[in-house]
């Protein structure tokens, strides 16, 4: 009896599908993002001159702005890397 094991190649991934994940990506954490803003807004009533939790639109800018930088932090090491999964 033999023992047929494969190791599975870490490879690249095809650019599209990198910009695919990335968007699947800001649109699941700013919807994330926003739940979680009002819920907190819902159950802690901040006083309303507390601006950084005037509007929501606050969390979406910086949740986009970050994963953006992610996206291409990912699509960078995905151009350089044997395993660029692995490695981010």
């Known amino acids: 009896m033999t023992?047929?094991?494969t190791a599975?190649?870490?490879s690249k991934l095809p650019?599209?599908?990198v910009?695919?994940?990335g968007g699947i990506a800001i649109v699941g954490s700013v919807i994330a993002n926003?739940?979680?803003y009002y819920l907190g807004v819902m159950l802690t009533q901040p006083p309303a001159d507390f601006l950084p939790?005037?509007?929501p639109m606050r969390t979406v800018i910086f949740t986009v702005l970050n994963l953006v930088v992610a996206t291409?932090?990912?699509a960078v090491i995905n151009a350089?890397?044997?395993s660029p999964i692995r490695l981010f």
């Open 3 to 5: 023992n047929a094991s």
């Open 8 to 10: 599975v190649q870490p």
């Open 15 to 17: 650019f599209s599908r």
């Open 19 to 21: 910009l695919a994940a």
């Open 34 to 36: 926003v739940i979680v």
């Open 53 to 55: 939790l005037d509007s």
């Open 72 to 74: 291409i932090v990912f």
């Open 80 to 82: 350089f890397s044997k």
